[in-house]
């Protein structure tokens, strides 16, 4: 890296509050997950029943398998302690997500309507929370979305939530992440070539990942586009034209086996040899599902939310001891749904416990829902902020770069490399006008970027 | 960014996508790795190449333990029956044969199996068969052979275009009949069978009763004695980076098996990835997709992945997985009237045993043209117009000797959705008449299914009525000759337009010339003429290496993952009988799969426990189901059934009091989603 062109950057990337490497963190918590309390008034012995609906077969277990298993760690943690209120155990009827929306639908009101749960969490799918979120609502079901990041979620599906919340980041934080991530790590690079999905999330990730780099860099130029279609397993067309268009920089919005099979393809090309790469996603999954032979020096995205070694054990002992039970009970190490799942069942319990100081008893879900609204929570990931207006997580987004390090037999980040980013820096202001109300960008935080984010001078 | 990007991957498909609701889209058609090599590799190179992790599996052929044995797996299916054939002797002489068997031979005299499914209903005659070995040091005049489980099942009747053969074809009585029938016809053994095939039986134990009669009948010859039998070991890479995971086989078929390339992943892939698999030898069959092809180990493991049957054998069962079609079947006590609209049978009046309705999954196919009915209706016109060849003669008897007519009631449409973005897929609905039906296997005699295309049938039959092969011997890949005289065929077919005589009414001249076009551009792209609709596609044939690539059309129902329940089969076992009252309480234990990191291990515990934990389930975890006979002292079976576990998995059998006479034997297992094959049982004394 340009030492001196890093520097400059870094001046400009300051107004973000990106940060490198392990200074992320410092302040001290805002509560404990594990806080013991003493419960007020009588609390029944009744199991609490939960549903929750992830990926369990299909590609995508590649990110619900390790949100699965981040549920069951909460829920067997809680238990071990005696339940909720140290009464009530927490019973989980999983439900698998691959089953389509519709059927996803159909099966949250059954799990409302026949098994009477109470709490609703899970979900990976951005094409599912826009409509179970609405039936949620109907339902009036308190419901904890770990995933299914789509900004559409609040910003029009349900602009107005009372039951349901969400904990991971909005999916436009995905591309903007990356695009900082970028600039901060290769301040030099001009010309940008993209592959993406030919679908709704690779579009997505295009558009705030150019909007954002065009602002922190200037004079950029997408000099080339790849729309690789869904099971496109031969990538050698779409790296040839990357290639022949020399670009400094590719983002890649491709996922799971679709990227393993892209950088092993690429790397016969030497395509990591002649530019930088920029992923969002490319460790998302299981993390010991990516090769050994996978590239040092990649953007290598987590969904801007979790990554295992950040924050460190050093400085944030919750995260130092959720990965350690984590690999205890599982023999791996956790994902980025790992954390969201964890965290909303322990969310959960600490809006309970918290309302059960104030009113005494099992608390109803008006009382839980208030003490949920402008929550704050210590999770493995750092600080977690539940915004009141929107019910929308907001945590500090996080990328880093690929690295072999020793102690573990798959690419991790490079822990000097983590850029952190103050996630107010990245997403919309609380009442920012929504879609349709006076602009029409395809989200909220892409209308503030375009109108608010100053553009970095030549 | 291209402003609104919609795509419309393939006809009546939709990946359509707008910004606000966009995630990873979680559906791949077809199955985990993008390409598949097979090759033909002697028994030492395929050690060398699997230790070198060049190679992930052997199908077909044993090698050697390697060095390191961490980094290698072993599937263990059935191998083939060791008989014996006495000049004289027999009976009494094969049970002091046992001492003669080679290593690697099991003795196990009794020619059903526990790889069947069916052994159940046999395991306390096998036992005492077993048992009634005694040590014999005279010289005994007997030809012994090894009769390999697979062509067995290849004598037993070939497989039609996609279709399943005889419902019964893995069942160990069948093998045993197989094996063992005598030169001379015997009536009581063809009449047993017939009412087996039939369906000819009121209750289960009705069915055991003849099952157990027709192996006895079977066996009292003694010219020819089942002495026991060998297993196929096939060996895998389990090395993390190189090697393979969810290897899914067959109890009869082993790797060369449908449910392989439906379950086998590259550890290094969450999917997609380069799969080699290698063969003994060269193949040496031909490669017929209409009937009997693909006979050796390199082609089966080839046709196993191309072709895409309307049902699959359970690997560890005795029944059928719904594939490409549900089936839904009505039978019912008094004839059904068959429509006098229906196809494929003639005049008024007719009257069938069965109605089934069909929902079918149709698909692109290799070349790009969308199913249609007609290729659905052009299996059984096929079936029909051929049956002078004796091949699909035989193929098709049952078939056509049961099917009373099929009529397409509609066609729906089914969409996958997450979200906005969405795939269709084309259903139609086709309801079949049977004239009889062997119970819920009924829907696999004549499905409404063809794996291959109307117009590659057509071109094939055209090349037969012009004498250039016959139907059952042609190779439309490998013959070199024949693969450029099809290529002159095809242009003239195109040219004319052709529809077969049945189609006329369902396929117009421009559908049909289309039709050719791409078959054509098929060819010209791959050196083949075998287009299927499966989940590979045949991209090239080299004359040594068949490289297959995954069919990811948005088109193609079934997605990766979709058979990892069928990859391992998980076990359960009975731990305790206690004498009730009603009759038996059998407890259990179950297996699951943990996955823990890179690690695959089965678990065994409670039942009750894994259910309170529900950690690997989608909605209700499969219990066990306790199998059982009650066998009287006269070798009877007087009571049958099977009793799926309760919450705290234990199975509640009822049994009448008089059925519990002294000599009485209970025999029971324990099985765990079909996989009955190898099912440990238990054997006790049951009564007063």
Same mark, same amino acid.
């Given at each position: 890296m340009d030492k001196e062109l890093m520097q400059e950057r870094r001046g400009f990337l300051k107004q973000f509050g990106a940060t490198l490497g392990a200074a992320g963190l410092g302040a001290a918590g805002v509560g404990t997950a594990n806080a013991a309390v003493t419960p007020k008034g009588s609390i029944p012995a009744k199991p609490v029943k939960v549903g929750h609906i992830t990926f369990l077969t299909g590609a995508a277990e590649l990110l619900g398998g390790p949100g699965q298993r981040g549920h069951?760690?909460?829920?067997?943690?809680?238990?071990?302690q005696g339940g909720l209120l140290g009464k009530r155990k927490i019973e989980t009827l999983f439900a698998d997500e691959a089953a389509g929306t519709d059927a996803n639908v159909k099966e949250l009101r059954r799990m409302k309507l026949s098994e009477n749960i109470e709490l609703f969490t899970g979900v990976i799918s951005s094409g599912n929370t826009p409509a179970l979120g609405p039936v949620?609502?109907?339902?009036?079901?308190?419901?904890?979305?770990?995933?299914?990041?789509?900004?559409?979620?609040?910003?029009?599906?349900?602009?107005?939530?009372?039951?349901?919340?969400?904990?991971?980041?909005?999916?436009?934080?995905?591309?903007?992440?990356?695009?900082?991530?970028?600039?901060?790590?290769?301040?030099?690079?001009?010309?940008?070539?993209?592959?993406?999905?030919?679908?709704?999330?690779?579009?997505?990730?295009?558009?705030?990942f150019v909007l954002a780099l065009g602002k922190l860099l200037p004079g950029i130029e997408v000099v080339s586009e790849s729309w690789p279609k869904l099971g496109?397993?031969?990538?050698?067309?779409?790296?040839?034209?990357?290639?022949?268009?020399?670009?400094?920089?590719?983002?890649?919005?491709?996922w799971g086996g679709d990227y393993v099979a892209f950088y092993k393809q690429a790397l016969r090309f030497g395509l990591f040899d002649k530019m930088k790469v920029a992923t969002t996603l490319a460790f998302g999954g299981y993390p010991h599902a990516i090769g050994k032979d996978h590239p040092e020096g990649v953007l290598a995205g987590v969904h801007a939310n979790y990554h295992f070694l950040y924050p460190s054990a050093e400085r944030w002992p919750i995260n130092k001891g959720f990965v350690e039970r984590y690999y205890k009970r599982f023999k791996e190490y956790p994902s980025f749904e790992s954390d969201g799942a964890y965290i909303a069942l322990y969310l959960y319990k600490q809006a309970v416990e918290k309302a059960n100081q104030l009113v005494g008893g099992w608390p109803d879900d008006e009382a839980i829902i208030a003490m949920l609204e402008g929550a704050g929570i210590d999770s493995p990931a750092g600080y977690l902020y539940i915004r009141a207006d929107n019910h929308q997580g907001y945590k500090d987004a996080v990328t880093g770069l690929s690295k072999h390090l020793p102690g573990y037999d798959f690419p991790v980040w490079d822990t000097e490399s983590i850029v952190s980013i103050p996630i107010r820096s990245i997403t919309a202001p609380p009442n920012w006008p929504k879609p349709g109300k006076g602009h029409n960008e395809s989200t909220a935080a892409a209308d503030w970027i375009k109108k608010t984010w100053p553009a970095a001078k030549v | 960014m291209n402003s609104a990007r919609k795509s419309v991957l393939a006809a009546g498909l939709a990946l359509l996508g707008v910004a606000h609701a966009g995630h990873e889209f979680p559906f791949y058609p077809s199955f985990y790795p993008q390409e598949i090599t097979v090759e033909a590799l002697d028994a030492r190179s395929a050690a060398e190449r699997l230790a070198k992790g060049t190679l992930h599996a052997y199908a077909g052929g044993e090698i050697a333990a390697p060095a390191d044995g961490t980094k290698s797996g072993t599937v263990t299916s059935l191998g083939g029956y060791v008989v014996a054939t006495f000049e004289g002797g027999g009976c009494a002489d094969a049970r002091g044969l046992k001492d003669a068997l080679g290593e690697g031979q099991v003795w196990h005299p009794y020619p059903v199996t526990p790889f069947h499914a069916d052994y159940l209903h046999h395991a306390d005659r096998a036992e005492a068969a077993r048992a009634g070995a005694v040590a014999d040091k005279r010289e005994k005049k007997a030809r012994i052979e090894i009769v390999e489980v697979s062509a067995l099942m290849a004598k037993a009747g070939a497989r039609y275009n996609g279709w399943s053969g005889p419902p019964w074809v893995r069942q160990g009585w069948f093998h045993a009949y197989l094996l063992l029938t005598p030169p001379v016809s015997d009536a009581a053994i063809e009449e047993t069978l017939r009412r087996l095939v039939r369906g000819e039986h009121r209750s289960l134990e009705e069915r055991v009763n003849l099952e157990r009669k027709l192996v006895a009948l079977l066996q009292r010859g003694c010219e020819r004695v089942v002495l026991g039998y060998t297993e196929r070991r096939e060996r895998y890479g389990v090395d993390y980076s190189q090697g393979v995971e969810n290897v899914g086989y067959g109890a009869l078929e082993g790797l060369a098996s449908p449910?392989?390339?439906?379950?086998?992943?590259?550890?290094?892939?969450?999917?997609?990835?380069?799969?080699?698999? /290698? @063969?003994? #030898?060269?193949p040496s069959s031909a490669w017929n997709p209409i009937v009997g092809g693909f006979g050796d180990a390199f082609g089966r493991v080839v046709w196993s992945a191309l072709s895409d049957p309307a049902f699959l054998p359970a690997p560890h069962g005795g029944g059928w997985i719904e594939n490409r079609v549900s089936a839904s079947v009505e039978e019912s006590p008094k004839p059904i009237a068959v429509p006098e609209d229906a196809l494929f049978t003639a005049g008024r009046g007719k009257m069938a045993a069965s109605r089934i309705v069909y929902r079918v999954r149709n698909s692109a196919f290799h070349d790009g043209t969308p199913m249609s009915v007609a290729d659905l209706l052009y299996g059984y016109a096929?079936? /029909? @117009?051929? #049956?002078?060849?004796?091949?699909?003669?035989?193929?098709?008897?049952?078939?056509?000797?049961r099917l009373k007519g099929v009529r397409p009631l509609r066609v729906e449409t089914e969409t996958l959705a997450f979200g906005e973005d969405k795939l269709s897929y084309e259903v139609p609905v086709i309801e079949v008449y049977l004239d009889a039906g062997p119970g819920a296997d009924a829907a696999t005699v004549a499905p409404p299914w063809s794996t291959l295309p109307w117009h590659l049938l057509a071109l094939l039959e055209e090349g037969a009525r012009r004498g250039y092969f016959k139907l059952s011997e042609v190779d439309p890949v490998r013959n070199v000759a024949i693969v450029q005289r099809l290529g002159m065929l095809a242009r003239e077919l195109e040219e004319r337009a052709y529809v077969p005589p049945a189609l006329i009414s369902h396929v117009n001249a421009k559908e049909?010339?289309?039709?050719?076009?791409?078959?054509?551009?098929?060819?010209?792209?791959?050196?083949?003429?075998?287009?299927?609709n499966g989940p590979y596609r045949l991209s090239r044939w080299d004359g040594t290496k068949a490289v297959l690539g995954a069919f990811r059309d948005p088109s193609y129902p079934k997605g990766l993952g979709g058979f990892n329940a069928y990859a391992v089969p998980l076990k359960a076992h009975v731990t305790r009988i206690d004498q009730r009252a009603y009759g038996a309480e059998v407890h259990t234990e179950t297996e699951w799969l943990e996955r823990l990191g890179r690690e695959v291990r089965i678990a065994r515990g409670s039942f009750a426990q894994r259910l309170a934990e529900r950690l690997t389930s989608a909605g209700a975890l499969p219990a066990p189901v306790c199998h059982y006979l009650l066998v009287g002292p006269d070798g009877a079976v007087a009571a049958a059934g099977a009793v799926r576990a309760g919450g705290k998995g234990a199975c509640r059998l009822e049994f009448t009091r008089t059925e519990g006479r002294p000599g009485t034997r209970l025999v029971v297992a324990a099985v765990l989603e079909d996989s009955a094959a190898n099912a440990p049982i238990r054997i006790v004394p049951w009564g007063d």
């Amino acid at each position: 890296m340009d030492k001196e062109l890093m520097q400059e950057r870094r001046g400009f990337l300051k107004q973000f509050g990106a940060t490198l490497g392990a200074a992320g963190l410092g302040a001290a918590g805002v509560g404990t997950a594990n806080a013991a309390v003493t419960p007020k008034g009588s609390i029944p012995a009744k199991p609490v029943k939960v549903g929750h609906i992830t990926f369990l077969t299909g590609a995508a277990e590649l990110l619900g398998g390790p949100g699965q298993r981040g549920h069951v760690l909460a829920q067997e943690e809680i238990n071990a302690q005696g339940g909720l209120l140290g009464k009530r155990k927490i019973e989980t009827l999983f439900a698998d997500e691959a089953a389509g929306t519709d059927a996803n639908v159909k099966e949250l009101r059954r799990m409302k309507l026949s098994e009477n749960i109470e709490l609703f969490t899970g979900v990976i799918s951005s094409g599912n929370t826009p409509a179970l979120g609405p039936v949620a609502e109907e339902l009036r079901v308190l419901t904890l979305f770990n995933d299914g990041c789509t900004d559409f979620l609040f910003d029009k599906a349900v602009p107005n939530p009372k039951y349901t919340f969400r904990v991971t980041n909005i999916q436009s934080a995905d591309g903007v992440t990356a695009a900082i991530g970028a600039a901060t790590h290769w301040p030099n690079v001009r010309r940008i070539a993209s592959l993406q999905p030919d679908y709704s999330y690779g579009r997505n990730v295009f558009e705030h990942f150019v909007l954002a780099l065009g602002k922190l860099l200037p004079g950029i130029e997408v000099v080339s586009e790849s729309w690789p279609k869904l099971g496109t397993t031969d990538f050698t067309s779409h790296i040839t034209k990357i290639l022949s268009n020399k670009p400094d920089l590719l983002v890649a919005g491709v996922w799971g086996g679709d990227y393993v099979a892209f950088y092993k393809q690429a790397l016969r090309f030497g395509l990591f040899d002649k530019m930088k790469v920029a992923t969002t996603l490319a460790f998302g999954g299981y993390p010991h599902a990516i090769g050994k032979d996978h590239p040092e020096g990649v953007l290598a995205g987590v969904h801007a939310n979790y990554h295992f070694l950040y924050p460190s054990a050093e400085r944030w002992p919750i995260n130092k001891g959720f990965v350690e039970r984590y690999y205890k009970r599982f023999k791996e190490y956790p994902s980025f749904e790992s954390d969201g799942a964890y965290i909303a069942l322990y969310l959960y319990k600490q809006a309970v416990e918290k309302a059960n100081q104030l009113v005494g008893g099992w608390p109803d879900d008006e009382a839980i829902i208030a003490m949920l609204e402008g929550a704050g929570i210590d999770s493995p990931a750092g600080y977690l902020y539940i915004r009141a207006d929107n019910h929308q997580g907001y945590k500090d987004a996080v990328t880093g770069l690929s690295k072999h390090l020793p102690g573990y037999d798959f690419p991790v980040w490079d822990t000097e490399s983590i850029v952190s980013i103050p996630i107010r820096s990245i997403t919309a202001p609380p009442n920012w006008p929504k879609p349709g109300k006076g602009h029409n960008e395809s989200t909220a935080a892409a209308d503030w970027i375009k109108k608010t984010w100053p553009a970095a001078k030549v | 960014m291209n402003s609104a990007r919609k795509s419309v991957l393939a006809a009546g498909l939709a990946l359509l996508g707008v910004a606000h609701a966009g995630h990873e889209f979680p559906f791949y058609p077809s199955f985990y790795p993008q390409e598949i090599t097979v090759e033909a590799l002697d028994a030492r190179s395929a050690a060398e190449r699997l230790a070198k992790g060049t190679l992930h599996a052997y199908a077909g052929g044993e090698i050697a333990a390697p060095a390191d044995g961490t980094k290698s797996g072993t599937v263990t299916s059935l191998g083939g029956y060791v008989v014996a054939t006495f000049e004289g002797g027999g009976c009494a002489d094969a049970r002091g044969l046992k001492d003669a068997l080679g290593e690697g031979q099991v003795w196990h005299p009794y020619p059903v199996t526990p790889f069947h499914a069916d052994y159940l209903h046999h395991a306390d005659r096998a036992e005492a068969a077993r048992a009634g070995a005694v040590a014999d040091k005279r010289e005994k005049k007997a030809r012994i052979e090894i009769v390999e489980v697979s062509a067995l099942m290849a004598k037993a009747g070939a497989r039609y275009n996609g279709w399943s053969g005889p419902p019964w074809v893995r069942q160990g009585w069948f093998h045993a009949y197989l094996l063992l029938t005598p030169p001379v016809s015997d009536a009581a053994i063809e009449e047993t069978l017939r009412r087996l095939v039939r369906g000819e039986h009121r209750s289960l134990e009705e069915r055991v009763n003849l099952e157990r009669k027709l192996v006895a009948l079977l066996q009292r010859g003694c010219e020819r004695v089942v002495l026991g039998y060998t297993e196929r070991r096939e060996r895998y890479g389990v090395d993390y980076s190189q090697g393979v995971e969810n290897v899914g086989y067959g109890a009869l078929e082993g790797l060369a098996s449908p449910i392989f390339p439906r379950t086998v992943k590259l550890r290094d892939f969450p999917w997609n990835g380069w799969l080699n698999v /290698a @063969a003994p #030898a060269p193949p040496s069959s031909a490669w017929n997709p209409i009937v009997g092809g693909f006979g050796d180990a390199f082609g089966r493991v080839v046709w196993s992945a191309l072709s895409d049957p309307a049902f699959l054998p359970a690997p560890h069962g005795g029944g059928w997985i719904e594939n490409r079609v549900s089936a839904s079947v009505e039978e019912s006590p008094k004839p059904i009237a068959v429509p006098e609209d229906a196809l494929f049978t003639a005049g008024r009046g007719k009257m069938a045993a069965s109605r089934i309705v069909y929902r079918v999954r149709n698909s692109a196919f290799h070349d790009g043209t969308p199913m249609s009915v007609a290729d659905l209706l052009y299996g059984y016109a096929f079936a /029909a @117009a051929w #049956a002078t060849d004796p091949g699909i003669a035989q193929a098709t008897a049952l078939a056509r000797e049961r099917l009373k007519g099929v009529r397409p009631l509609r066609v729906e449409t089914e969409t996958l959705a997450f979200g906005e973005d969405k795939l269709s897929y084309e259903v139609p609905v086709i309801e079949v008449y049977l004239d009889a039906g062997p119970g819920a296997d009924a829907a696999t005699v004549a499905p409404p299914w063809s794996t291959l295309p109307w117009h590659l049938l057509a071109l094939l039959e055209e090349g037969a009525r012009r004498g250039y092969f016959k139907l059952s011997e042609v190779d439309p890949v490998r013959n070199v000759a024949i693969v450029q005289r099809l290529g002159m065929l095809a242009r003239e077919l195109e040219e004319r337009a052709y529809v077969p005589p049945a189609l006329i009414s369902h396929v117009n001249a421009k559908e049909a010339r289309e039709r050719y076009r791409r078959l054509r551009e098929f060819h010209a792209a791959h050196g083949h003429w075998l287009v299927t609709n499966g989940p590979y596609r045949l991209s090239r044939w080299d004359g040594t290496k068949a490289v297959l690539g995954a069919f990811r059309d948005p088109s193609y129902p079934k997605g990766l993952g979709g058979f990892n329940a069928y990859a391992v089969p998980l076990k359960a076992h009975v731990t305790r009988i206690d004498q009730r009252a009603y009759g038996a309480e059998v407890h259990t234990e179950t297996e699951w799969l943990e996955r823990l990191g890179r690690e695959v291990r089965i678990a065994r515990g409670s039942f009750a426990q894994r259910l309170a934990e529900r950690l690997t389930s989608a909605g209700a975890l499969p219990a066990p189901v306790c199998h059982y006979l009650l066998v009287g002292p006269d070798g009877a079976v007087a009571a049958a059934g099977a009793v799926r576990a309760g919450g705290k998995g234990a199975c509640r059998l009822e049994f009448t009091r008089t059925e519990g006479r002294p000599g009485t034997r209970l025999v029971v297992a324990a099985v765990l989603e079909d996989s009955a094959a190898n099912a440990p049982i238990r054997i006790v004394p049951w009564g007063d």
